[in-house]
């Protein structure tokens, strides 16, 4: 499932890509052919079909859905732009080229991760490349080797084969002062970011003004970030969150979950039975969590979506009139 601030997209069993939500750009149209890979964008969305080709579709402002020739392994989108790596690991993008997002770098790569307007890839050398925006020094990659790379609104980090992280870019709140110490895992945030150490416990950086960094005790195997708060699950299987209580939604439920997923101001968490939980701002019905059970989840800023171990997508809440939301098939 690949959620967009107004649209959803489903890839079914068998490879069939469905749409759901507000179609204004055509973000809903039926897709012919079978597909293993999909993303979604601000209002357009891109899929990788059996055939390795790309097909995008939706709002076609700067030509957002004119996905290039060739064949491909891996899909990624930001706000704007979207970025690809081809079966012969070089890189293609297109989109918004504002600030040169989509003027990709030569080489070979094997991982890419794309923030709001800029773009960064692991070579094969493990050496890091960014491109796009660099007002505030995203493209600043740092020398060494690197294993783990993601990226953030206006900054990106990396766990370098020493375990160490290193970040750059958009300092104004904290988002590149890097805490010392070994990790195994890393997730960024729009400016705030936290990681697993290789000890298990959590460290959070970035912007506190809602105490998002104030990560909290204990060991942890999984994270999910939102705009201003966090959580993750311990490695006895609880839930824990952190940061902005506005509509409760740091205050976790009791129970064992197996993920966990966090919108702009509510979460939900798939228990070890396969119902869902959800928790935080219920103003339009956000954690009216469906009946049943489920193997996968994802959240957007006001809806979720998850597939049912019938392979089924349930969406919620209830869409506006008119606007689909809810998709039956499997």
């Known amino acids: 499932v690949a959620i967009s601030w107004a649209h959803t997209c489903a890839l079914e069993a068998g490879g069939d890509v469905v749409c759901w939500g507000y179609h204004r750009f055509a973000q809903t149209e039926p897709l012919t052919g079978t597909y293993r890979n999909l993303v979604a964008g601000n209002s357009h969305s891109c899929a990788i079909a059996d055939d390795d080709t790309i097909t995008c579709w939706g709002n076609n402002d700067y030509g957002k859905t004119d996905a290039p020739a060739g064949t491909y392994k891996t899909l990624t989108s930001g706000f704007e732009h979207s970025c690809a790596i081809a079966d012969d690991d070089t890189i293609a993008c297109w989109g918004d080229n504002s600030r040169r997002q989509t003027r990709a770098p030569a080489g070979t790569y094997k991982a890419l991760t794309v923030g709001d307007i800029h773009s960064c890839a692991i070579a094969d050398d493990d050496t890091i490349t960014c491109w796009g925006d660099n007002i505030y020094g ?80 204990g060991t942890y195997k999984a994270l999910a970030l939102g705009d201003d708060h966090s959580c993750a699950i311990a490695t006895d299987d609880t839930v824990t969150c952190w940061g902005s209580n506005s509509h409760r939604r740091a205050q976790a439920p009791a129970g064992t979950y197996q993920t966990v997923s966090v919108g702009a101001a509510h979460s939900c968490s798939i228990a070890l039975d396969g119902t869902i939980a959800c928790w935080g701002n219920n103003t339009n019905g956000q954690t009216y969590a469906p009946a049943g059970t489920f193997k996968a989840l994802a959240l957007g800023d006001e809806h979720s979506c998850a597939v049912a171990t019938d392979d089924t997508v349930t969406c919620w809440p209830q869409p506006p009139e008119g606007v689909r939301w809810a998709h039956a098939g499997s």
């Not at 084969?161 to 002062?177: A, L, P, S, V």
């Not at 805490?179 to 950086?205: E, F, M, N, R, V």
């Open 138 to 217: 995203q493209r600043g990659a740092p020398a060494g080797s690197y294993k783990a790379l993601a990226s953030g609104r206006y900054y990106s980090c990396a766990i370098a084969d020493d375990d160490t992280i290193t970040c750059w870019g958009d300092n104004r709140k904290g988002e590149t002062n890097a805490p010392a110490g070994t990790y195994k895992a890393l997730a960024l945030g729009d400016d705030h970011s936290c990681a697993i150490a290789t000890d298990d416990t959590i460290t959070c950086w970035g912007n506190n003004s809602s105490r998002q960094t104030r990560a909290p005790a």
